[in-house]
Nanobody, 123 residues
Framework: QVQLAESGGGLVQAGESLRLSCVAS????????MAWFRQAPGKEREFVSG???????IYADSVKGRFAIVRDNARSTVYLQMNSLKPEDTGVYYCAAGPTGLPTPRISDYRYWGQGTQVTVSS
């Protein structure tokens, strides 16, 4: 059974940092591209960042230069380092895994999802 377990969320002030972790079980992350999405209250889920099995990363324009995605295949873990956080970064952050070669911003390209971790940034 495939499971993606996120952790690391919390309440921080604007300008601070958080690091999210996503641990995968039941699958080898080497065969998947991994991504982070987020969903703010009353809004649709949106793409944040993704990384291929060869460490090719893409980012949403809103987080470029502030967030960094890193994968550790040996630990079946993907991290999202979030710096200079803003109130608009608030939301539930979801980890996702997709079986194609490169990460995409399309929700439909991802087969497995975690339960999410809450990130709240106060002004």
């Amino acid at each position: 059974q495939v499971q993606l377990a996120e952790s690391g969320g919390g309440l921080v002030q604007a300008g601070e940092s958080l690091r999210l972790s996503c641990v995968a079980s039941g699958l080898s992350v080497r065969g998947y591209h991994m991504a982070w999405f987020r969903q703010a209250p009353g809004k649709e889920r949106e793409f944040v960042s993704g990384v291929s099995w060869r460490d090719e990363a893409i980012y949403a324009d809103s987080v470029k230069g502030r967030f960094a995605i890193v994968r550790d295949n040996a630990r079946s873990t993907v991290y999202l380092q979030m710096n200079s956080l803003k109130p608009e970064d608030t939301g539930v952050y979801y980890c996702a895994a997709g079986p194609t070669g490169l990460p995409t911003p399309r929700i439909s390209d991802y087969r497995y999802w975690g339960q999410g971790t809450q990130v709240t940034v106060s002004s």
